[in-house]
């Protein structure tokens, strides 16, 4: 059974740093990707960095860019998402998400539906 479990949310206030952390279990093989999305109230949920395991090949939002990074770590089946310079648009809950064995490699991490998602964790930046 796959498991998606986050954690690592928090309040902090604008120019702040979180790091964020994700450990997918249950797959079998190495190949897939893992990715960071968000929701804020009222707004549609937004892609925020995704990488895949084998080729990296991260990608960010035009939102987010050279404010994140997304690390992974095959070693523990992790990801991280290292939020740096937080802005109070940055407040969400953030979700960790996997999609094992992707069609196109690194390019499904861009755009593809991602089957196995995790509950979340609320990320809140004050001004």
């Known amino acids: 059974q796959v498991r998606v479990a986050e954690s690592g949310g928090g309040s902090v206030q604008a120019g702040g740093s979180l790091r964020l952390s994700c450990m997918v279990t249950g797959y079998v093989g190495s190949d897939y990707c893992l990715g960071w999305f968000r929701q804020a109230p009222g707004k549609e949920r937004e892609r925020v960095a995704t990488?895949?395991?084998?080729?990296?090949?991260?990608y960010y939002a035009d939102s987010v860019k050279d404010r994140f990074t997304i690390v992974q770590d095959n070693a523990k089946n992790s990801v991280y998402l290292q939020m740096d310079s937080l802005e109070p648009a940055d407040t969400a809950m953030y979700y960790c998400?996997?999609?094992?064995?992707?069609?196109?490699?690194?390019?499904?991490?861009?755009?593809?539906?991602?089957?196995?998602w995790g509950q979340g964790t609320q990320v809140t930046v004050s001004s």
């Open positions: 990488i895949h395991t084998l080729n990296s090949k991260p």
């Open positions: 998400a996997a999609l094992p064995s992707p069609r196109a490699g690194w390019f499904s991490c861009r755009l593809a539906d991602f089957p196995d």
